[in-house]
């Protein structure tokens, strides 16, 4: 019943109150009705008198001959409160006098005139008319002559008010009773819903913040059961803090090494879905924590992945051994990339289930050894990449020898052998060729033997000379190379780490443009995007090649990451973006991929800082 008040004291005071009313008003019915009877035959009684006293007047003043008292004696008659009209008739019922108004407008009606024939001497008749009104009759005789009647007719009214005076005197009786009951109940309901009210905000406190305990213990504030009630409780609240706070620092224990375990770990009941997995388990399934509970592996886990994490679990279930040292790979993560796991699986048992010995759950934790795995192929391949440029620049030292002895030979031959044109054209094409792998020969050594401290470099020398090694790829592809930068800009740095990360990202240019292409760097003096204060070089390395999309952007810097497959190492603008670092610099890189309806490229911007303080920072060789 949702109008029936829920507190106790409230539920006492309206039963109360609606006690209180049924029997005020149980009373007043029984009451109103006893007194209606009693007023109507007091008033009944009350008529017969006045008519008979009316009628007795009447016969004395005729005795006498004084016929104007009987006029008289009628109004006094009717001035009564209870008569609403009072008259005397001749025998005939022809009205001689009335209490108020003409006699003539108030002739007997038919239901009075009846009366006549049943009025006897010493006898007097009540008898109701319409509207509910009440008229007594009484004959007036002097000696034994019928002389007339007397008429006495009630007032309704009179009698309705005394009744409602006795309605009202109940009404105000049985509201003061009611009052007065509702409070004493209201006071005693107080005493007793306010122990409960404790108990009650205890027990709420309880539930909705079980560890807190700044409510408790509760005020005791009556010495009778409820008091008890309330010291029974605190104890019970004590003792809960109690075994609380053993399990919380046992639970906090295992929670803590759950959660900050550096291993991935998940629990699984004999329906294979996770009851419990920490946050290294969720980065790696890249699904959030609450989202594990009550699923599947194959809900969480790409396939075969799943099915061999299954199928370890379900053989520690069924043989209860664990299972170590399973070794699992795939792609996943943002971006995507190649990852390695190594799985182990172990029973759970506890001391509650039913059957000792029974497994109840499984655990299951990952190691994710991808970074050890992709360690270990860059260790392969960086001693590769060392021993080819060792060799490379064995090639080169090796080659200068023999280049020497045919620039000699050539220059003699053109000199002193009196050789003519055309002879003579092609010996001095061949010098110009020897030249050039004098140059390619240099530059290679200088990509691998890297000063051990910075120098202030001519920065158009610098670039120059890497254009220049690639300038036969470039004319080969009729590459358009666009050069915008003062012959004068010089930076202090490590040359020859600066001509890598030019060369990388001249080589890449390059490789991504096609025939007819172009390829723009630029350098001015410029300021740190971050810090206006530093003063450095900006260089821009653009192409309008087929450019990245967004993926490739964003793993662009990777170490290992490539798009050339398998003419690619995936090292060239990683060793660029270190070698960045290392001078405290800073790179952006912009990029529109083909297919987009508008030009497509790539722009590297990267910014040097002019810092002579860089001669403190131990350098490292890059190939």
Known sequence: MRWWPRSVRWQILASLILLEALSVLLFALLLVSKLGHDVHQHSLERLAHQATSLSLQASEALLKDQAAWVGVSVRTTGDA???????????????????????????????ERAQISNLKRDQLKVFLRSGDRWESASPIYTGDTLRGYAWVENNRAWDDGQLHIVERAILIFGIIWAGASA?????????????????????????????????FPLPVTVDNEFGDLIEAFNRMVASIEEQRAGLHDTLSLL????????????????????VRV???????????????LGRTLPEILPQPTARQVEEAVERVFVSEEPAKDLELCGEGGKPIRPWTWLVSAYPVRTATNSAANQVRWAGVIIQDISERKRSEEALRKTEKLAATGRLAASIAHEINNPLEAITNLLFLLRNFSGIEEPALKYVTMAEHEARRITEIAQQTLRFYRQSTLPLRASMAELVDSVLNLYQSRLNTLNILVERKYDPEINLFCYAGEIRQVFAHLVSNAVDATAEGGRLSIRARRSQSWRNPAVAGVRFTVADTGSGMDTEVRERVFEAFFTTK????????LWVSHEIILKHHGMVRVRSCPAGLGKPSGTVFHFFLPDDEALTHTTPTTRL
Do not use: C, Y
């Open 81 to 111: 409160p209870s008569v609403s009209l009072a008259k005397v008739t001749d025998p005939a019922g022809n009205v001689l006098f009335v209490s108020k108004g003409d006699p003539r407008q108030f002739a007997l009606d038919s239901a």
């Open 183 to 215: 409070l004493l109940v209201w006071i005693l309901s107080r005493a007793i819903s306010r122990p409960l009210a404790v108990l009650q905000g205890g027990t709420a406190a309880l539930m909705t913040l079980p560890e807190s305990t700044a409510r």
């Open 255 to 274: 929670d803590s090494t759950l959660a900050n375990a550096p291993v991935g770990l998940a629990f699984f009941d004999r329906r294979l879905r996770f």
């Open 278 to 292: 920490n946050h290294v388990f969720a980065g790696l399934t890249a699904v959030p924590l609450n989202r594990h």
């Open 565 to 572: 497959e398998d003419i690619g190492t995936g090292l060239g």
